[in-house]
C-alpha cells in the first residue's frame, strides 16, 4: 500500500522539482494562508510565525487597510512605469517617508523595488555627489546578492562562484562588542574600533578616494550585531570631516522592529543616506533611498532608477502600512514584544551555557549559541537542532550569524502576548530537551 503524502510534502517536492536548488529553503513550512502572526500551511496547521518573511510583516500577515489599499490601486492601474508617467501614490509615499525620516533638513526619496536595489542606488548616489570611487563596509554585513550589494556582503557562503566582484570595496572589522570587546567597557572598545578606522585611512584605502562608508547599525544577517553607540556617533564625526558619505542599511531594522522608525533614531546620529525595504510594504515589493536634498539631487539624469521602481500597487501598500503602523503605535509595540522577548532569553541563557549572549534593540531580538563560552567557538550545531525542533512543533524560526550560530526573532510585532509567550515556550522546552540528550 502506497504511502499518503500530505499536500505539504507534495508542495515541497514540486518546488524541488521546479526551482533551482540555489534558491534558499530555511525549513519545509508551507503557507497557504497568514493573518497576524499565523501562518496557516498546505494542511491547515497553524504555524507561530517568528520569521515574518525575514522581518517583512512587522505589521502582521495581511493588515486589512493594506489589503484594501492594495485592491482599490489594482483596480485603477497596474503599471505605467513613473519614469513615463508620475503618479500620486509614488509621490505621496516619499512625502510621507521624508517627513517621517528627516536626514538632517530638506529630505528626498527614491523609489525601488528591493533592498539590494536601494543599496546599489544609495552607492551611485554616494559616487556621484562625492566624484570618488572607494566604500568601506563591514565584516559580517548584509547588503543583498546584486553585484554591489554582494560585494558589501561579508559571509563567503553567500558569494561562492560569483566573482569577480564590485572594485574599490574595502572591509573593517564591525564593531562586535560580544566577539571583540574582551572585558573593555563598551566606550573604551568603541574608541579602540575608531582608532582602527582611522589607521585605515592610513594603510588600507586613500581617504581622498573613498565616497561612502555603508553599516547596519544592528546587523540582520549577520547575527543582530548592534554597533556601540560611542562607535556610529565618532563614524558620524569621521565622515563629516572627511566629506565621505554615511549609508545606514535599515531595511531589516527599519519600520518599528528596534521599537522606533528606525535603529539610528535610538543613538541620535543622521546619516547622509539611508536603504530601506522589508517592513516598508508588508510584503509587496517595495524599497528606499532616503537622503538630504542636495545630496540626492547630485546624481545625473537616468542614472539611478529602473523600470519597476515605486510599482504603484506596492506604493499604495506602503503608505496604507505607513499609516497603519502610526494608527497602531507599532514603535510602542517594538518596544514591548522585545521587552517579552529579551526577558525569556535571558532567563534560558542563565539555564544552559551554550547560550554565549543574549542581545538586542526593541523586538530585534537574538541568542547566539558558543561552545565552552567562546565567542570565538561557535555552535552551529545546537542551534540549527532548535530550529528543527521548533519546527516540528509548528513554530517558525530562522538562524542568523556568519556561523549560523544565532537563533533571531523576526515576528510580527501585532503579535499577542498569548502567541507569543507561547512560541517562546516551545523553543525554552526544546533547547532544555536538546541540551538534556547532548
Known sequence: MTEQITKSEALIARRLAAIPKGVGMF???????????IITDSDGRTLIDFAGGIGVVNAGHCPPPVVKAI??????????????????PYIALCEKLNALLPHGGPTKTMLVSTGAEA???????????????????????????????MTLTSKVGYKIGCGPFAPEVYRLQYPNVYRYAKGRSEEEFAQAELARLEGAIQDTVDVNNLAAVIIEVVQGEGGFNVAPAAYLKGLREFCTAHGIMLIFDEVQSGFGRTGAWSAYEHFGVTPDLSTWAKSLGSGMPVGAVIGRAEIMDMAGPSTIGGTYIGNPVSCAAALATVNYMEEIHINAKGRHVGEVIIKRFEKMKAKHACIGDVRGLGAMCAMEFVKNNDPGQPDG?????LMNACSKRDLILITAGTNKNVIRVLSPLVIDDATL??????????????????
Do not use: P
Open 381 to 385: 550545531e545546537i542551534c540549527t537542532a
Open 119 to 149: 543599496v546599489e542606488n544609495a552607492i551611485k548616489i554616494a559616487k556621484q555627489a562625492t566624484g570618488r570611487q572607494g566604500v568601506l563596509c563591514f565584516t559580517d554585513a548584509f547588503h543583498g546578492r546584486t553585484m554591489m550589494a
Open 71 to 88: 485592491q482599490e490601486q489594482a483596480a485603477k492601474f497596474l503599471h505605467v512605469s513613473f519614469n513615463v508617467a508620475s503618479y500620486e
Open 421 to 438: 509567550n507561547k512560541g517562546l515556550d516551545i523553543m525554552e522546552e526544546e533547547l532544555d530537551r536538546i541540551v538534556a540528550e547532548v
Open 27 to 37: 525549513n519545509h513550512a508551507t503557507a497557504a494562508s497568514a493573518s497576524g502572526a
